[in-house]
Nanobody, 127 residues
Framework: QVQLVESGGGLVQTGGSLRLSCAAS????????MGWFRQAPGKDRDFVAA????????YYADSVKGRFTISRDDAKNTVYLQMNSLKPEDTAVYYC????????????????????WGQGTQVTVSS
């Protein structure tokens, strides 16, 4: 079991930046596949970004490519999502997710492939 806690959300103006953090605790002696998803009111939970256990592969939704960067620091058991050039359509609750192993690249994009989830952090981008 692993517990995930997100932080770093808040209110920012269009064009601004935020860095989200996801701290893992519990059975963190194992590396995990990590992902970020977001959910706006009345909408489905959408994929944002993911990083493989080794950190060697990263994946991004088309809507955030070139603006968001996912990274991990396994010494700190933390995954980050650097968000730049934020837009009002980025407004959502952002969730961190983890799983021990995702066996195909397409799986990183699917929320059902992740077994562990944080409680979410609100990001609001004002126009």
């Amino acid at each position: 079991q692993v517990q995930l806690v997100e932080s770093g959300g808040g209110l920012v103006q269009t064009g601004g930046s935020l860095r989200l953090s996801c701290a893992a605790s519990g059975r963190t002696n194992r590396l995990y596949e990590m992902g970020w998803f977001r959910q706006a009111p009345g909408k489905d939970r959408d994929f944002v970004a993911a990083i493989s256990r080794s950190g060697g592969s990263t994946y991004y939704a088309d809507s955030v490519k070139g603006r968001f960067t996912i990274s991990r620091d396994d010494a700190k058991n933390t995954v980050y999502l650097q968000m730049n050039s934020l837009k009002p359509e980025d407004t959502a609750v952002y969730y961190c997710a983890a799983d021990q192993r995702i066996y195909y690249s397409g799986g990183y994009f699917r929320p059902e492939e992740y077994n562990y989830w944080g409680q979410g952090t609100q990001v609001t981008v004002s126009s």
